[in-house]
């Protein structure tokens, strides 16, 4: 299976869930890049925070 990969506007490149920052604001979670706080889509970083690095 292949990994999933979000470049940022910032020039981050998020692959895990480490790379990402998780702000609660109601029932579904909205996800930025933990570098800048840039807005990562929903779907794209649900599939990242299930990635591991190995």
Not at 1 to 7: D, I, L
């Amino acid at each position: 299976m292949s990994r999933t990969t979000y470049q940022c506007t910032c020039g981050a490149r998020i692959r895990f869930k480490q790379d990402l920052e998780k702000e609660s604001s109601g029932v579904v979670p909205n996800w930025t890049c933990r570098d800048c706080g840039t807005p990562v889509p929903g779907q794209t970083a649900e599939k990242i925070r299930h990635q591991h690095p190995s």
